[in-house]
C-alpha cells in the first residue's frame, strides 16, 4: 500500500470526524428543531464515502438510516478512480492536478414553515485535491466547522 495515499485517507477520516464532533457541539446554539437544520448540519449519523483519484477526492455525505439516533460516521473507502483525475470523473472543470477544495451541499427549505427537506441523493459533496488535503488538520476542522454553522444561520435563520 502506498504510505502517502494511507497519509492522505488518515487525514480526511480524522478531519471528517473532527469536524461533525464540532457541529454536533455547536448545534444547539443556533437551532432547536432538526426541522430548522439543513441536513447537511444536521447531527446524525453519516456515511461518509471517499472516492481516491489520480489528483484527489470526491467525498459523498450520506445520512445512515442504519444508525438513527448515532452520531457516529462511517467511511467507505473506494479507489475505482486511481487512474482518472477528479475533473475527469465527475465532469467538473478541473485541471488534472490542479489545486481545488469545493463543496456542494444542495437543499431546500419550504418558504412558509421553514423546514428543510430532506436530501434525495446526497447531503453534501466535497472536491478536494491532494495538496489541499494536507490543510485539513483537526484543528481546520473545528475551525471551519462553527464557520459553517455561523455563516450558514447568519444567511438562513430559523424561521420563528
Not at 462511517?74 to 486511481?82: C, E, N, P, R
Not at 454553522?149 to 420563528?160: A, G
Request: charged letters at 30%; a negative charge.
Amino acid at each position: 500500500m502506498d504510505p502517502q495515499r494511507e497519509r492522505l485517507r488518515q487525514l480526511l477520516k480524522d478531519y471528517y470526524t473532527k469536524y461533525y464532533a464540532e457541529l454536533r457541539r455547536h448545534l444547539p446554539k443556533y437551532a432547536a428543531a432538526s426541522e430548522q437544520v439543513p441536513p447537511f448540519l444536521r447531527s446524525h449519523a453519516r456515511i461518509i464515502t471517499i472516492s481516491e483519484c489520480a489528483d484527489g477526492y470526491v467525498i459523498t455525505h450520506r445520512t445512515n438510516p442504519v444508525t438513527v439516533g448515532d452520531a457516529a460516521e462511517t467511511f467507505v473507502m473506494l479507489a475505482d478512480d486511481w487512474d482518472r483525475a477528479v475533473g475527469d470523473a465527475t465532469g467538473k472543470d478541473y485541471d488534472p492536478y490542479s489545486d481545488f477544495d469545493e463543496s456542494e451541499a444542495p437543499f431546500a427549505r419550504e418558504v412558509m414553515s421553514g423546514e428543510y427537506a430532506e436530501s434525495t441523493d446526497f447531503e453534501m459533496r466535497d472536491y478536494v485535491s491532494n495538496n489541499k488535503i494536507v490543510r485539513r488538520t483537526a484543528g481546520a476542522a473545528r475551525e471551519e466547522a462553527e464557520v459553517v454553522l455561523q455563516e450558514f444561520f447568519e444567511q438562513n435563520p430559523p424561521v420563528v
